[in-house]
């Protein structure tokens, strides 16, 4: 059933710190186009995230370190024409934001100027909180990125499970409490163990959003391409598939082929 009219509020990061204090679950999923962010929308999601995933799903590319400020602002601006309820939130691209304050600012301010969405995400924790501090005193709301940090990934050399040792634990607590600080409406969770992200849930009055992080976050997101089975070569333990479009466009490609070739399309019905 839809719940897309005109009567709907939109979603804001108020509203998702009230769902964690209510004890109500956040649903986020990624989107990158129009269509796919209109129907993700109708159908009821809490947040949207224009994710610089894109560069995997969208672009073909082996990591998100590609994906350029421009990119993401252009997906966004597709996003944002087809939501009226969920909270759209768009990912600052690696090199966006970790030269310095000032670009970091700057690279905010356009990804909400530009593009209409409601707050931005930035990868990393005490290093970044300055940055973090003047982007939010500027006027824009970020959520942050703990754990997995794929913006990070040459430097982690895999996508293996994060903050499995003490010492990283502790950091990864510290630096979620210094975000929170900082302003930080919510943060993402991401590939590290199920306790130690309820504990972090626990520790925060901001919303946890997981992904890979078990079920004591305050909330779950997965990238849409993965949960819908239109891409089959990323199978992780976390990941449920919702569907299989990749099944489902393929017999549906291969029917309008077999369709064209022997003739049978447009039938009568099918032309002027």
Same mark, same amino acid.
């Given at each position: ?19 964690? /204090? ?14 796919? /962010? ?12 224009? #994710? ?11 990591? %998100?370190?590609?994906? %350029? ?6 997906? /966004? ?26 670009? #970091? ?41 703990? #754990? ?49 992200? %309820? ?8 919303? %946890? ?6 079920? #004591? ?56």
């Amino acid at each position: 059933m839809s719940v897309h009219n005109e009567s709907i509020k939109k979603v804001s990061a108020k509203s998702l710190a009230d769902m964690k /204090a209510n004890g109500e679950k956040i649903s986020m999923l990624t989107a990158y186009d129009y269509s796919m /962010a209109s129907i993700i929308d109708q159908a009821g999601m809490d947040v949207i995230l224009v #994710g610089d995933s894109a560069g995997n799903v969208m672009s073909g590319f082996s990591s %998100t370190i590609p994906v %350029t400020l421009d990119q993401l602002i252009y997906h /966004a601006q597709c996003v944002v024409r087809g939501v009226k309820r969920a909270h759209v939130v768009v990912d600052m691209p690696f090199g966006s934001y970790q030269c310095d304050e000032a670009e #970091g600012v700057r690279s905010a301010i356009r990804i909400l100027k530009e593009s209409g969405a409601d707050s931005v995400k930035i990868e990393g924790g005490e290093e970044f909180v300055g940055t973090i501090k003047k982007i939010i005193d500027a006027g824009v709301p970020v959520m942050g990125h703990l #754990g997995l940090m794929p913006q990070s990934i040459n430097k982690y050399g895999s996508y293996a499970l994060r903050a499995k040792d003490d010492a990283e634990a502790a950091k990864l607590i510290n630096d979620a409490k210094l975000l929170e600080q900082a302003g930080c409406y919510a943060i993402v969770l991401e590939k590290i163990p199920a306790k130690l992200a %309820t504990e972090v849930s626990k520790a925060l009055t901001i919303p %946890t959003i997981g992904i890979g992080a078990g079920n #004591g976050a305050d909330g779950q997101v997965l990238v849409m391409h993965d949960m819908l089975g239109i891409n089959k070569g990323f199978s992780p333990k976390f990941l449920r598939r919702y569907a299989d479009l990749h099944e489902v466009i393929t017999n549906a490609v291969q029917s309008y082929i077999t369709d064209v070739k022997s003739g049978d399309f447009p039938n009568e019905n099918e032309q002027y």
